[in-house]
Structure formats: structure tokens, C-alpha cells
């Protein structure tokens, strides 16, 4: 069964779609920058510090099992994380070659 598109599921995947089309561009600078506006859009960079406090929360209580919203923050925290370093890889490079 395929779960309904929300506003947040459909701005992962765009800004999934983008990072994964840097990665293979020779204008990928320009697609990751768009990836960061639409993720900042979309409150990517909070996503670790909600994930920490759900985790925290999750081993408070004594459970293992994680829950949709937790799987679903951990997806967008690992997107944050790979758009982060694949923005910072750009800069080293583009301030290497100078």
C-alpha cells in the first residue's frame, strides 16, 4: 500500500531528488543551494534536535519500538545530513581550486 503524499513527504523527495541529481551534474553547487531553500522551507535543520528528543523521550519510557514519526524523522534527518555535507564538500572544493 502506498502511503498518502503529504506536503512534507513530497518536499523530502524533492529535496532527495535534487541532492541525488547533484551528486551526478556538473552544476550541482546550483542544485544542492535549491535543495538547501526548499529544505530550509520545509524545517530540515530541526530535524535533529526533534529526532534527539524523540529518541530520548522513546528510551525514557523503556521502549525499543519505534514508531512512524520517529522512522519518518530519521529519513529526514539523514537527508539534512547528506544535503549538509555534500553542500560543505562543494565549498572545500570550489575554495580548493581558487
Same mark, same amino acid.
Given at each position: 500500500?502506498?502511503?498518502?503524499?503529504?506536503?512534507?513527504?513530497?518536499?523530502?523527495?524533492?529535496?532527495?531528488?535534487?541532492?541525488?541529481?547533484? /551528486?551526478?551534474?556538473?552544476?550541482?553547487?546550483?542544485?544542492?543551494?535549491?535543495?538547501?531553500?526548499?529544505?530550509?522551507?520545509?524545517?530540515?535543520?530541526?530535524?535533529?534536535?526533534?529526532?534527539?528528543?524523540?529518541?530520548?523521550?522513546?528510551?525514557?519510557?523503556?521502549?525499543?519500538?519505534?514508531?512512524?514519526?520517529?522512522?519518518?524523522?530519521?529519513?529526514?534527518?539523514?537527508?539534512? /545530513?547528506?544535503?549538509?555535507?555534500?553542500?560543505?564538500?562543494?565549498?572545500?572544493? /570550489?575554495?580548493?581550486?581558487?
Amino acid at each position: 500500500m502506498l502511503a498518502p503524499i503529504t506536503s512534507v513527504s513530497a518536499g523530502l523527495e524533492a529535496i532527495q531528488t535534487f541532492l541525488i541529481h547533484a /551528486c551526478y551534474s556538473d552544476n550541482g553547487w546550483l542544485l544542492v543551494t535549491t535543495a538547501i531553500r526548499v529544505a530550509v522551507d520545509h524545517n530540515l535543520p530541526n530535524s535533529i534536535e526533534n529526532l534527539l528528543v524523540k529518541v530520548m523521550a522513546r528510551k525514557a519510557s523503556g521502549s525499543n519500538n519505534i514508531d512512524e514519526e520517529e522512522g519518518e524523522l530519521f529519513r529526514v534527518t539523514r537527508t539534512w /545530513c547528506a544535503l549538509f555535507n555534500l553542500e560543505q564538500m562543494y565549498v572545500t572544493n /570550489c575554495v580548493l581550486t581558487r
